[in-house]
Every structure is written in C-alpha cells, then in structure tokens.
C-alpha cells in the first residue's frame, strides 16, 4: 500500500471501529460482553434481535420515530421553501436581521425549550403524541432548512423567474414545475439534515412522550433490570438504529457532495 493511502485507511479504520464493535456485541449475551475481550462473539446469539422484533415495546419505539421524523422533515421542508425564496429572491425591511433570528433558534440548546414545550402541549392534548415531537424539533430544523435552501436558491439566476412570467406561468406552477427540479440537490440535503437531527435527538423526544409515541431513544435508555442493563440488546437496538440514516445518506449522497461544493454545508 502506497505512503499517501495509509492515513485514510487508517482514518477510516478508526471510524469504522466503534460500529464494528457495536455490531459485534449485538450477537453477543450480556454475560459474554462483560466476561472478557474478544473481537468476534464466541457464542453467536441472535436472541437480541428477536426480542427487539418480537416486543412490541422495542419495535414500536422505532416505528414512532420513523412516524415523526418522516412528520418533521415533510413539515420543515415544506415551510422553509417559500421562507428561503422570500430571502434569496427579494430585499425587505430588516431582512438581514430576521435571517439572523433564525439561525439563532437553531443555537439554542433544546433543553431551554423542553418544559415550555412540555406544559403547551399538555394543555392542549397533545402530550404523547407524534406531531408534538414533530413540532417541537421544527423548532431547531426549520431555520436550518431555510438557510441550506437560501444558498441554493440564491445560485439560480432571476432570469430564470422572469422569463417563467413572461411565458405565462403562475406562481405556483413555476416554483412547483421549473424552480424546484432546479433545486432538488438543496431539498435532497436539507431533508437530510432535518431527518437526522430528529432522528438522534433524545430529550425533546423523551419528555413529550410517554407510551403512545415513545421513540426507540428513549426505549433504550429503559433497558435496566435486577440483572443491570441489557448490553446485548442495547447494542442490537443501537445497530438498528444506524440503518434508517445509512439508507438516507445513500439516497442523497450526491446532494450532500454538492452542498458541500457550494458552501452551504
């Protein structure tokens, strides 16, 4: 192997090791884990597998945070598209300042708004339920997604708008048909980081649930029992959990590779 490869490899290597060892201790039993080091499991279980595929308290738990992360992506992105053409297409009073605002949402811990967020929705009768998680993280998503959006937007010329008006189209038909084909690298990245920011946020999604809409996070952190904790089953429910943004992160991959060209991410 030549000189200039072996630091990627072994950069790679690294990172790949925690989700090795992860994946490894998912086909171990707890006793084997705390037994000893090993690199390979000596007493292949699939026992964790079938009890998170079995329980319905295991697999509903990623069935609810499939349900509102999929809720919160859709409502984020369908917000922050007219939001970021507003801001990349005109020039209004104190624009810069609102856009600013935004950003400054998306930099608050979620901590500062769990109890408001919890004691609105309790009121209301929307404690426990799916779109309240879905709400509250388009919180911190919605300003991320306006800004990932502006930057594309801003990269397509407005000639393209006023000749869309000149040939007859309305508004609607030429953002939905001509602007947004355009644009579909930026929609495929901010979908991504809305899904995955909801996907791994833990608090807001713990203290607004309870058992209707529990998300797998807060099924894992449960896990304890007279023996201690399940580390066999933990690693299981941990290895599950990496599938849904592997499969997003192959669907947009190419989106990613040009946000990042464009400075946007």
Known sequence: ??????????????????IYWLVAMSFKTTNEILGGFSLFPQRFTLENYREIF???????????SIIYVSLNTVISVAVALPAAYAFSRYRFLGDKHLFFWLLTNRMAPAAVFALPFFQLYSAIGLFDTHIAVALAHCLFNIPLAVWILEGFMSGVPKELDETA????????RFFTSIFLPTIKAGVGVAAFFCFMFSWVELLLAKTLTAVEAKPIAA????TASSAGYELGLLAAAGTLTIIPGAIV???VR????????LGRV
């Open 1 to 18: 192997m030549r000189p200039r490869y072996l630091i990627p490899f072994f950069y790679i290597l690294f990172l790949m090791l925690p």
């Open 54 to 64: 079995t329980n319905p308290t295991w697999y509903w738990g990623y069935i609810n």
């Open 165 to 172: 008006y000149v040939d007859g189209y309305s508004f609607p």
């Open 219 to 222: 099924t894992m952190t449960r």
């Open 249 to 251: 992160i192959y669907f």
């Open 254 to 261: 190419n989106y990613i590779a040009k946000g990042f060209a």
